[in-house]
């Protein structure tokens, strides 16, 4: 008998990877359980109080649909979302669409569900640990909070530590504590599973000769963070272990496992350059007598704006940049000083003494990861980071299973986000796609609802939401319901759990049932979770029939005042009657929801939008593809291989054949997006075909993949020799087998032209890399050949540090220059030399080269500016698109419903931008899947008899959502367009432009409610 196939999901790992894939499979409304072994859900980003390159934070971008919480509340409250904590694989059996997953459920001994976070559990605890968050530099109890935000908001108990004295038990008022507890084995069935374990950072005791763990002011990279925040015992500023001085002279060293095959870290982590210029920057603004220096061996700024941020913090901020390894660092005895021993570039030992030492440590995979692989099956690289292939950079070696994040390479977290939405995007087209929402089918709203709630009798329901007794615990309940059973308005005034928020909205909606509710006010804690889950599960909230008002009563009122308050309770009977009289005065909002259409357009025919559009219409939608050229993937084909190996050509012909055969894509050649308008779900886009006639075409959203190209080389000499090339030019030469690189004596390469220049003031990304892939080819070719390479930092990040170190035991010889002391090229007689600085040897070096070969970086396809305009698109100065959020929105533009995917938005390589392409496909058919949305609650409205006509409501609007009526000359608003954000009620004259919900009289009476 064939078992039924399911499309719950698994995800392993509740990092930015796994909650990322996990948000968006549960907005196309897969069932998703969410495994960790910690006890609270977010991995390392708690650590974080700032990220690169923006030093904020922005994570709340990783929603599906913004505006949202943070990516760990909105986990929390996502009902599709499970939350599997202290809970580690056991087996696997089944296969894919049908996996059967036991696992174990490790003893919490506190149920979350009764603790009420008093913390007199940790007060009386007497056994005391180093707290992992920060890399131990703080102490903890065996009871503890994993941290302030931790996702579940319980205590927990560290049986490693727990001496189960029973002291918490004595305190315990609810009873939460069973020291009893004991693990047990549960099981669960998934049709796919995403692997987001991330990663563990690398033990810096394994290089001795730095002292970590010996000398006190030695700290970890993690330990240095942790003192940056402004939640830690230091307040936010670095200090000194041994005498808790504040440090004046702070060294960092790089790469401290990375780069290293002596301990078995031959790859870098890819993050760690970043991360110090960020924490040297920070330091620097908390203390800006501060004396920083970074040694180094390359810098490796390749992303998106990093290359900037480098700058900034040599430039802006003074960071010493030192390139040296450094050999040990000692400890004075007399001040517990750090005194380090380094080369520099010539060679000579240098000694300098600093306050404090930070090593910036590489990352490692998750410790077991061997047993946790082997019971999955799932093959391991040599690093024991997760085996993919190239072009398919999500899929691991069994089908079903999936990886997303930092368990499948080092990276930072946009590259995590991309990645783990492409995990998302393979997961639901590996399970058959989605099945979009009906909006016919969907009971829609009567056309006379709103005169029936604003006509009829009142019958509010008022419900004070408790959450583990903490609101009885801080405010007299019994005294607030007394207040407003009364009001004659108010037909029932409950207390109610919602600990549970499944059980919580039950109660609501029973009541909304039974007493025939048309006005809800929920007061307490989880109120916004509870409007929002209520949309779904009651008709009469859904249909407009009941509408729900909220009043902050917890986190507003009863957190921040004392228990007994007398002022915390006036307050919140003050917030109450308020809302109150929001629910009696506010005129009808509109509730009429709008139909999404499915279609999505794709402008770009290379890699990425081919990969969008395979994707997208793997799940199930229409797509319509647009290619200013005559060919599809014309620009890719000039890419012959890749650095480990794969076809690039192969894989173009695939894809190409695919996309041209799939009913679900229309391909349209020859064709220029030429204007477009209208909101997310309802774009109204013209296109002009190659025969002179245009098209509209009506999508949802949009994919923008316009791809970019080599950069012509402006210098060196280009284009007065024959044999000066680009790097991309050569590639095609070692293709072809031509003669004139096969028998080249002295070949020279350049890097960084047209890349981290005036022009070009940003890391192209690949260059580097595709020197050392074309220079162990051609060395392959011709063993005799000599190569040398010039470059200013060498970025062979991640695992391609291997191809580095392979180049330089082939013989390939790597010489360093400065920006300001650039490589001269002169053409003499026929004859090419190139001259520069060689550091190491401490003289000038003229090379005669048979082949000039110019690592050129990528610029962005030149019709990006015009794109931008046409449709109201961002860019930055060097011409390629903005995401929202550089960290956690990369391929969301401002606008809804816009995505980035290629080269368009950055330079990178092709498993990246595989991954893009997959990734922007997931948010768009996220956006999509209910197939309706409803318009905002507080959408703006115009009473006419006030309007004047004057426009100013037109002008103001920021969404292009005011017109004046051709006949009445008056306003009116374009419901598709609206976001509600009230910007026309202020630049309205007569008070003509209101808000459904903040009109002048609601607000001034509730303002007289507040006010008292």
């Given at each position: ?276 210029a960020k924490q040297a920057m920070i330091s620097k603004d908390r203390n800006n007598d501060l004396d920083i220096a970074i040694f180094y061996m390359d810098v490796r700024t390749m992303g998106k ?435 004139k690189a096969l028998i080249a004596g002295t070949i020279v390469m350049i890097q960084c032209v047209g890349s981290r220049d005036e022009k070009h003031p940003y890391c192209s990304r690949v260059c ?245």
């Amino acid at each position: 008998m064939t078992e039924i196939k399911t499309k719950n999901v698994l995800v392993i790992g509740a990092g930015i990877a796994g909650m990322q894939s996990a948000l968006l499979l549960a907005e196309k409304n897969h069932r998703v359980s969410v495994l960790d072994n910690a006890p609270a859900i977010g991995g390392f980003f708690p650590l974080l109080d700032r990220t690169f390159p923006t030093n904020s934070c922005g994570v709340c971008f990783l929603s599906p649909k913004p505006p949202a919480y943070c990516p760990i509340y909105e986990s929390d409250y996502n009902e599709n979302i499970e939350l599997l904590t202290s809970c580690e694989i056991k087996s696997l059996k089944g296969s894919a669409g049908n996996f059967k997953v036991s696992y174990i459920q490790k003893p919490k001994y506190i149920a979350s569900d009764k603790c009420t976070l008093c913390g007199k559990c940790a007060e009386v605890c007497p056994a005391e640990t180093q707290s992992e968050l920060g890399g131990g530099i703080e102490k903890r109890k065996a009871v503890y909070m994993p941290f302030p935000q931790a996702i579940p908001r319980s205590y927990t108990i560290d049986d490693s530590v727990c001496t189960k004295c029973g002291e918490c038990l004595k305190v315990c008022g609810p009873g939460a504590i069973y020291l009893g507890d004991i693990e047990k084995e549960k099981k669960l069935r998934a049709g796919a599973i995403v692997l987001g374990f991330g990663f563990e950072p690398f033990q810096a005791e394994r290089r001795g000769e730095y002292g970590i763990g010996r000398y006190k002011n030695v700290v970890s990279s993690v330990q240095y963070e942790r003192m940056l925040s402004y939640s830690a015992a230091t307040g936010g500023l670095p200090k000194r272990f041994s005498d808790g001085k504040i440090p004046k002279k702070v060294a960092m060293i790089q790469c401290v496992g990375s780069r290293d095959v002596s301990c078995g870290q031959g790859y870098c982590s890819s993050i760690c350059c970043m991360y110090a210029a960020k924490q040297a920057m920070i330091s620097k603004d908390r203390n800006n007598d501060l004396d920083i220096a970074i040694f180094y061996m390359d810098v490796r700024t390749m992303g998106k704006d990093y290359e900037r941020y480098y700058e900034r913090a040599k430039n802006e901020y003074g960071i010493r940049y030192v390139r040296s390894s450094v050999s040990c660092v000692r400890e004075m005895q007399r001040n517990k000083d750090l005194k380090i021993t380094y080369a520099d570039e010539s060679g000579n030992l240098k000694e300098e003494n600093f306050d404090m030492v930070v090593l910036s440590t590489g990352f490692t995979p998750p410790r077991g990861i061997k047993e946790t692989a082997k019971k999955l099956s799932v093959e391991l690289n040599e690093y024991n980071f997760c085996g993919t292939e190239e072009f398919s950079p999500t899929r691991t070696n069994v089908p079903g299973i999936f990886v997303a994040g930092a368990f499948s390479k080092p990276m930072d977290i946009p590259e995590t986000v991309v990645e783990a939405s492409g995990a998302a995007a393979d997961v639901s087209e590996f399970l058959g796609g989605v099945e979009h929402g009906n909006p016919e089918g969907i009971k829609p709203v009567s056309d006379n609802t709103d005169d029936a709630v604003n006509d009829e009798a009142l019958r509010i329901g008022v419900f004070i939401c408790d959450k583990k007794n903490t609101l009885s615990e801080k405010l007299d309940i019994d005294d607030i319901t007394r207040d407003f059973t009364d009001d004659l308005d108010v037909t029932a005034v409950h207390r109610i759990d919602v600990t549970s928020l499944d059980e919580g909205v039950a109660r609501i909606v029973n009541e909304i049932s039974e007493k025939k509710l048309n006005r809800v006010l929920a007061a307490g804690y989880r109120c916004v979770a509870l409007k929002r889950v209520l949309k779904d599960r009651s008709e009469a909230v859904s249909s407009g029939a009941c509408r729900i008002y909220v009043a902050g009563i917890g986190e507003q009122c009863a957190d921040v005042h004392d228990t007994g308050s007398k002022a915390a309770l006036s307050k919140a009977k003050s917030m109450i009657r308020a809302g109150l009289c929001r629910a009696k005065q506010a005129a009808p909002g509109k509730d009429d929801r709008r139909k999404l259409d499915s279609r999505v357009l794709v402008v770009g025919g290379g890699v990425a939008g081919l990969t969008s559009c395979m994707s997208l219409a793997g799940q199930g939608m229409d797509v319509t593809l647009v290619e200013k050229d005559g060919n599809l993937g014309s620009r890719d084909i000039s890419y012959r291989y890749t650095a480990k190996g794969s076809d690039v050509q192969a894989l173009v012909r695939k894809m190409v054949t695919e996309v041209e055969s799939n009913p679900s894509i229309e391909v349209l050649r020859n064709t220029r997006l030429t204007a477009m308008e209208g909101n997310w779900g309802r774009f109204r886009s013209k296109v002009s075909l190659g025969n002179g006639d245009s098209k509209e075409i009506e999508h949802g959203a949009v994919i923008f993949a316009t791809g970019g190209s080599e950069a012509v080389p402006d210098d060196y000499q280009y284009g007065k020799h024959e044999n000066i090339i680009t790097q991309n030019l050569f590639e095609q030469m070692i293709f072809e087998e031509d003669k004139k690189a096969l028998i080249a004596g002295t070949i020279v390469m350049i890097q960084c032209v047209g890349s981290r220049d005036e022009k070009h003031p940003y890391c192209s990304r690949v260059c580097c890399l595709n020197a050392v892939k074309n220079s162990l080819i051609i060395k392959k070719m011709n063993p005799d050949v000599d190569v040398f390479v010039l470059y200013r930092d060498i970025r062979t990040y991640g695992f391609f540090e291997k191809l580095y170190f392979d180049a330089r035991n082939k013989g390939v010889i790597f010489i360093n220059y400065e920006q300001d002391e650039k490589p001269w090229v002169s053409v003499e007689n026929g004859v090419i030399k190139v001259s520069c600085e060689d550091k190491v040897a401490a003289e000038r070096v003229t090379l005669k080269a048979d082949l000039l070969v110019l690592s050129s970086g990528i610029v962005p396809d030149e019709d990006n500016v015009r794109l931008a305009e046409v449709a109201k698109l961002d860019i930055n100065d060097d011409g390629f698109f903005n995401g929202v959020n550089a960290k956690s929105a990369p391929l969301d533009s401002i606008d809804r419903g816009k995505y980035f995917a290629g080269l368009c938005h950055s330079p990178n390589l092709i498993e990246d931008v595989i991954s893009q392409g997959k990734a922007a496909a997931a948010r768009a058919s996220a956006l999509l899947y209910a197939g309706y949305e409803e318009y905002p609650e507080h959408q703006a409205y115009v009473n006419e008899r006030r309007c004047s006509g004057c426009g100013l409501c037109v002008t103001a609007c920021p969404y292009d959502a005011r017109v004046l009526d051709d006949v009445s000359v008056k306003a009116a608003v374009l419901p598709d367009l609206c976001h509600g954000c009230g910007t026309c009620v202020i630049s309205c004259p007569n008070g003509a432009s209101q808000q459904y919900g903040f009109e002048r009289s609601t607000m001034f009476e509730v303002l007289n409610e507040v006010m008292g």
